[in-house]
């Protein structure tokens, strides 16, 4: 069976268990007990670090053992290759919800995706934004998708000057996911921006919009984040572990966990939108043209000085 093929959702533990192997070629850990850092490296260059389903589950695992893990104090998470991420692979979305290529499978229960994208809100961003560890995301070029999800989640985030952040699912059936805590970070008006235009938005805006704390050139990205990750392992751990869990607290109090929850449950039922003539249909525009053929289709389709990249 060829990725991006039917396949039914099944349990979340069975799928980790038949793809550990090359999943974990795919996300490296690396750990320093000295300075008590730990680096959780995407490491798919040759596909732009897109992710599966199985390398969120295997995320989830990875944060669960570094929570628990007394040399760990700050966790980085960065890309190999060209950019930090595009978010999930292209090939699978849809069909990990029970859709197939060939547009004749009976369409997929309300039971099935909801279980399916509850299951990514517990192992994309509940790992991250819960982790009691302090997290970087040390982010260059493109930040979409999940990967844009994980920096949101992260506390703190660096980025090189040609970064680019945004959700291509807002193109693709609207605003959706984190949208409480997107919410707090960048303000209403700025995220009815992005999420209602489709349009990433520039180091620079993202520097402006709170989105990231520091711009750095591209040479020094690493080091500076090393600096960072450093500062704040000097903190007394139980100071960061109570810290964290108190600011998580507070966002809570301010509506984040409940939205998060709703966010999932309304993308289970935007997987199953119906689109009007002449309006971009991702899953049929792959089926007929393929996933290049797809993404030029997709970028023909907003207006000039509106740059998708």
């Not at 850990?29 to 490491?43: H, L, Q, S, T, Y």
């Not at 029970?98 to 509940?126: C, F, N, W, Y």
Request: proline share 5%; hydrophobic share 35%.
């Amino acid at each position: 069976m060829e990725q991006g093929d039917y396949t039914p959702a099944i349990e979340p533990g069975a799928q980790l268990e038949r793809d550990i192997e090359w999943v974990k070629k795919e996300i490296l850990v690396e750990k320093d007990p000295k300075r008590m850092i730990a680096k959780v490296i995407f490491n798919r260059p040759e596909k732009l670090n897109s992710l599966m389903r199985s390398h969120y589950l295997y995320l989830a695992k990875i944060m669960s053992e570094l929570n628990w893990d007394n040399e760990v104090k700050v966790i980085i998470f960065k890309g190999a290759g060209r950019c930090f991420g595009t978010g999930h692979d292209v090939g699978e979305l849809g069909t990990m919800h029970g859709h197939d290529t060939k547009g004749k499978a009976k369409r997929p229960s309300q039971k099935q995706r909801l279980l399916v994208d509850m299951g990514l809100r517990e192992h994309i961003i509940e790992p991250i934004y819960r982790c009691v560890k302090t997290t970087i995301s040390q982010v260059h070029n493109y930040c979409y998708g999940a990967h844009f999800q994980i920096a949101m989640a992260s506390d703190l985030v660096l980025c090189t000057p040609d970064a680019r952040f945004t959700h291509p699912g807002f193109r693709y059936i609207g605003p959706t996911l984190d949208l409480a805590l997107w919410l707090q970070i960048m303000g209403v008006r700025r995220l009815k921006e992005m999420v209602l235009t489709g349009r990433p938005f520039t180091a620079e805006e993202a520097m402006q919009y709170g989105l990231v704390n520091k711009v750095v050139p591209d040479d020094k990205l690493e080091e500076e984040t090393d600096k960072m990750a450093e500062a704040a392992a000097s903190l007394p751990f139980d100071g960061i572990v109570m810290g964290k869990t108190f600011l998580q607290g507070v966002l809570d109090a301010a509506g984040v966990g409940v939205g998060e929850y709703i966010g999932y449950m309304g993308h289970a039922m935007q997987t199953g939108i119906h689109y009007e003539p002449g309006e971009f249909n991702l899953l049929k525009e792959r089926r007929d043209k393929g996933i290049k053929g797809s993404t030029i289709t997709r970028d023909g389709m907003w207006p000039e000085g509106y740059d998708l990249r």
